[in-house]
């Protein structure tokens, strides 16, 4: 096995601290969105949110391929077949994530802007659709990825005598994938970024002009917004800004394996978008936070006094907190 260089050392140290933060805080969020969905009558949101913590987490499964991949110097030496469908899978969560944003960010809004009328006209179902639709266009979309592994999808470069999975493309196939992925750009980046800075710039607006509107929602609704727009600019933003630029070259860009890195790195932001979201995850993050406390007391044999006041503080917020309501509203 080839040693990574100093360069594919650092992808590789990125991918490996996404894994690390990325996947309990999901699994966390995966238990929280589970039990309030399989309750009676769940919020369409908590469909849209419980979609896009699987979305991150088929991306986290996907993310020890990559980190093999970084760890050999980019070299690839499993099957083509696992080069196509850790590809399929990689990209099309990436993807369903940018329209599942946009769907929570429309839900936010139709709640703060016509709350009547949404409570009234909220269903089940719609959640359940508009998550079928961001994971068939994702999908859908990213069959590319195995189309292009009929065409040889894991080039040898001649001049090293090495074996890659979508780094060396021929010409024919660039002629095939260069269009997708502008497409994939205006579709699936560009629509739902714009739709979720509208959402959200009226969302907050409304959220801060609304005298009955509590400070702490308030706070709530900006850290939502702000996390869900570092998710597309900073997250999404390179990697579909090397889509525009490898069109405009004829060719991939030489940063594109840091761009696909940024990708990587929403899977461990939307746990604090979950945070800000649902008051069924502020509860479950808070519960599991106090078993790691309660547990290093224990290590440390400090179970006194100051532990047990501190926990039962705790639990008084975390009741206070689960009185509130999960969703923004401001009726």
Not at 203 to 221: D, N
Request: with cysteine.
């Amino acid at each position: 096995t080839v040693m990574p260089d100093l360069h594919n050392s650092l992808i590789l140290s990125a991918y490996i601290f996404i894994f690390l933060t990325g996947f309990p805080a999901n699994l966390l969020a995966l238990r929280a969105f589970v039990g309030r969905v399989l309750q009676p009558h769940p919020a369409p949101i908590h469909i849209l949110l419980l979609s896009l913590t699987l979305a991150d987490l088929l991306l986290l499964l996907l993310l020890p391929l990559k980190i093999t991949e970084a760890a050999s110097d980019f070299r690839w030496y499993l099957p083509e077949l696992v080069c196509a469908l850790m590809g399929f899978g990689f990209y099309s969560s990436i993807y369903c994530s940018t329209w599942l944003l946009a769907g929570i960010s429309i839900e936010r809004y139709l709640g703060v802007a016509f709350p009547v009328q949404y409570k009234l006209s909220r269903r089940p179902l719609y959640g359940v659709i508009a998550a079928l639709i961001a994971w068939i266009m994702s999908f859908g979309h990213c069959t590319i990825v195995i189309v292009v592994q009929y065409m040889n999808s894991t080039q040898k470069d001649m001049s090293l005598n090495v074996t890659t999975c979508y780094e060396n493309f021929t010409q024919d196939q660039l002629k095939l994938v260069l269009p997708v992925r502008l497409e994939l750009c205006l579709v699936l980046f560009f629509i739902p970024m714009v739709v979720t800075i509208f959402c959200y710039s009226r969302f907050v607006w409304i959220m801060l002009t609304q005298a009955h509107v509590g400070a702490q929602r308030r706070r709530r609704a900006v850290g939502l917004a702000v996390v869900t727009l570092l998710n597309f600019l900073v997250c999404f933003g390179p990697y579909n800004i090397s889509h525009l630029v490898g069109f405009h070259m004829k060719a991939s860009p030489k940063w594109r394996a840091e761009a696909v890195v940024f990708s990587s790195l929403n899977a461990s932001l939307d746990p604090l978008l979950f945070y800000f979201s649902s008051s069924v995850v502020r509860r479950t993050f808070g519960k599991g936070l106090q078993a790691l406390r309660n547990q290093g007391s224990f290590l440390l044999g400090r179970r006194g006094k100051e532990t047990e006041e501190a926990a039962s503080g705790d639990r008084g917020v975390s009741q206070i907190e689960a009185t509130a309501s999960s969703d923004f509203t401001t009726d």
